[in-house]
Every structure is written in structure tokens, then in C-alpha cells.
């Protein structure tokens, strides 16, 4: 199975900072990566899909990058609606969740 | 719009069986797979497996393999997940998710959801 990895696991930020969320795939997983928001009490939110491509809708302070196998979800000025849990997934073989990384209000 | 609605709540007993619908509409159904991925309270995102709604074709992860069963029914645009020989490690939000690109032959990012299914396993 893939494995991913995520960091950090909590990462405590302001509104207006510049954020960065991590995952790494155990294998080569090319740009088969998504990103996804979840808030508390709903499903997640597709945000980015192919490692860069974000969702139609979705605000243009997400981005996402990939190097090897290492992934990054950043917003570049972090608003009070993103205060949230935000996970990466891999479908280059089946599928696999990275663990989560909850960003709280500092 | 792309809608999936979800059956309710369930308490079921160790040992037992429990069989989730997700009701969709909004797209034609044969043309996208469904997806189960299931969250314990609290904790994070579990991909359960993925079914072709054009052909009925399966993919399970590993951990699930001989204890799910994922069916569709076209006519009325349903898709199921069956699992069986309930735990209490169980207990979880059980979540329909569609495929966002049509024709997928494997898993695909997740751009519709239902509302989720909590499954509580208890004695």
C-alpha cells in the first residue's frame, strides 16, 4: 500500500499568514495527488487535483506543488474561513488519505 | 446539481452486518464510481473501496477485503456498501463520494459527497 505522510499534524496561524501543508508519498505516486477542506461536522471539499490544478470555485489563495514525492498545499494569505482540517489523497494506486493536518487560529 | 444522499444513522451489535445507501442524482449514474471512505470520530480519512457504476467493477482496500461488499442499482441510481462481522473499530462516519472525471477504471479525486452515515457498533 502507499503510505502518506502529512505534516504538520496542527499548525497554529493568523488570518493574513502564509501557510504550508506538507505530504509525502512513500512511492512514486507522479501528480496523483488531491487536496481536500474539511470542517467540522461535513464531508470534505475537493480543493486541488493533479498535485496543481485547483477546483473550479475554489479560491485562488490555494495552491498546490509538487516535487518528487513531496507534495505542498499553501494558502498565501489565510482567511477565517479556512480555519479547518485539510487532508491530501493519492490515487495513483487505489486510494490513500495522509492523516490530516488541522489549522487553528493562533 | 450533483446531489448523494445518504441512509440514516445505524447502532449495530458486534458480529453483525450493516448496508449503507447512497441515493444520487443531478448526473448520469453509470458514468461516474462511487467511493466509500469512512472517518472515526475525531480521527482522519479512510478510503474503504471504489465501484464502477457503468460495469459493477470493485476495488476494496486491502483492510477490507472478504468484509465489504460495494453494488449499485442503477434504476434508481443507488449505490451500496455492505460490511460485515462488525467490530466496535468500526464505529465511524461512513461517506458516499463520486469520482470527479467520468469513465474512471480506478479511484479518482472525490468532488461530490453524501451526507455521511454514522455506524455505531455496540453491545
Known amino acids: 500500500d502507499i503510505q502518506m505522510t502529512q505534516s504538520p499534524s496542527t499548525l497554529s496561524a493568523s488570518v493574513g499568514d502564509r501557510v504550508t501543508i506538507t505530504c509525502r508519498a512513500s512511492?512514486?505516486?507522479?501528480?496523483?495527488l488531491a487536496w481536500y477542506q474539511q470542517k467540522p461536522g461535513k464531508a470534505p471539499k475537493l480543493l486541488i487535483y493533479k498535485a496543481s490544478i485547483l477546483e473550479s470555485g475554489v479560491p485562488s489563495r490555494f495552491s498546490g506543488s509538487a516535487s518528487g514525492t513531496e507534495f505542498t498545499l499553501t494558502i498565501s494569505s489565510l482567511q477565517p474561513d479556512d480555519f479547518a482540517t485539510y487532508y491530501c489523497?493519492?490515487?495513483?494506486?487505489?486510494?490513500?488519505f495522509g492523516q490530516g493536518t488541522k489549522v487553528e487560529i493562533k | 446539481q450533483v446531489q448523494l444522499v445518504q441512509s440514516g444513522a445505524e447502532v449495530k451489535k458486534p458480529g453483525a452486518s450493516v448496508k449503507v445507501s447512497c441515493k444520487t442524482s443531478?448526473?448520469?449514474?453509470?458514468?461516474?464510481?462511487v467511493n466509500w471512505v469512512r472517518q472515526v470520530p475525531g480521527l482522519g480519512l479512510e478510503w474503504v473501496g471504489w465501484?464502477?457504476?457503468?460495469?459493477?467493477?470493485?476495488h476494496y482496500a486491502q483492510k477490507f477485503q472478504g468484509r465489504v461488499t460495494m453494488t449499485t442499482d442503477t434504476p434508481t441510481s443507488t449505490a451500496y456498501m455492505d460490511l460485515r462481522s462488525l467490530t466496535s473499530d468500526d464505529t465511524a462516519v461512513y461517506y458516499c463520494?463520486?469520482?470527479?472525471?467520468?469513465?474512471?477504471?480506478?479511484?479518482?479525486?472525490?468532488?461530490?459527497w453524501g451526507q455521511g452515515t454514522l455506524v455505531t457498533v455496540s453491545s
Open positions: 463520494a463520486r469520482d470527479r472525471a467520468m469513465d474512471t477504471v480506478s479511484p479518482d479525486p472525490l468532488d461530490g
Open positions: 489523497q493519492q490515487h495513483y494506486r487505489y486510494s490513500t
Open positions: 443531478g448526473y448520469p449514474f453509470t458514468s461516474y464510481a
Open positions: 512511492q512514486n505516486i507522479y501528480s496523483w
Open positions: 465501484i464502477s457504476a457503468y460495469n459493477g467493477i470493485t
